[in-house]
């Protein structure tokens, strides 16, 4: 059964959660996903069953929560995020971030070290909106979406396209963080396809040189798109998970 929450800035989310004991897990979507996609059901199917701790939730305008997904943004889908963790875990938790959420996830780790000491990072796309989307987009695109105020951009994933505004560029603009050293030094997986056509696999490359932690590990999957949502590619995703939570737990015993 879905639940929900009552964030601190209004809005009311839904998620799903499962008790347990040890370092949790926390599973965050990307850009106009929602909490019931294979990934983060399957992963915590599999949490349940080890006895671990899982959240899984869908922000604002996303999936069962309330709001309008044209009207959300980097910086308020961050705070659901953040205020998800707050209100609904307990102790450190390993945050899985897919695409976007690979993004917020980073941003929830710095503003709470003590609480994410992990992430598992899918296909990560921080700063996404400035450096995958308006660095691409033509003379057109771009006068559509700061005169008009939104653009429908194309998409594989879903006949309508998806609507990008100009709110959403300009708030991702105040939350890039590629651009300087990020201050996280606990354990990070990456896992990437190289086929990946959304966010190509140099951009989470990037990233690697910019995190202070000593202990990340990036992984190319040679065969994998952007959603890595095969059999295989789950099944990889609960082994890196699972393996950083035991770890993790074996640091602070």
């Known amino acids: ?8 800035s209004g809005r ?10 040890g370092t949790g897990i926390v599973f965050l979507g990307g850009f106009m996903s929602d909490m019931e996609g294979t990934k983060a059901v399957a992963l915590q ?21 309330d709001g309008k997904f044209v009207e959300g943004c980097i910086g308020e889908w961050a705070a659901d995020a953040q205020a998800a963790i707050e209100a609904l875990t ?15 996830s980073l941003l929830c780790a710095l503003v709470r070290p003590q609480r994410v ?8 796309a921080p700063d996404f909106t400035e450096k995958l989307m308006w660095a691409r987009f033509g003379e057109a695109e771009k006068r559509q979406i700061l005169e008009g105020g ?18 959403l560029i300009e708030d991702g603009a105040k939350w890039s ?11 990070v997986r990456i896992l990437h396809g190289a086929l990946d056509t959304d966010v190509p696999p140099d951009h989470s490359r990037q990233l690697v040189d910019k995190l202070s932690s000593p202990d990340v ?13 095969r059999a295989e590619d789950i099944n990889r995703l609960i082994r890196e998970t699972l393996a950083l939570a035991d770890q993790l737990d074996a640091a602070s015993a």
């Open 177 to 187: 963080i590629l651009d300087d050293q990020i201050s996280f030094d606990g354990p």
């Open 117 to 124: 000491p992990g992430l598992v990072l899918l296909a990560p």
């Open 12 to 21: 009311r989310i839904a998620y799903h959660r499962t008790d347990g004991q």
């Open 90 to 104: 307990d102790g450190p938790q390993v945050l899985v971030g897919s695409s976007m959420g690979g993004w917020i």
């Open 217 to 229: 590990v990036w992984t190319l999957i040679k065969d994998g798109d952007h959603r890595l949502s």
């Open 45 to 65: 199917d599999w949490a349940k069953a080890q006895g671990r701790p899982f959240l899984r939730f869908d922000y604002s305008g996303h999936g069962q929560s």
């Open 1 to 8: 059964m879905t639940d929900f929450l009552d964030t601190p």
């Open 150 to 167: 939104s653009w429908t951009r194309p998409s594989p994933y879903d006949e309508d396209g998806y609507p990008i505004t100009r709110s």
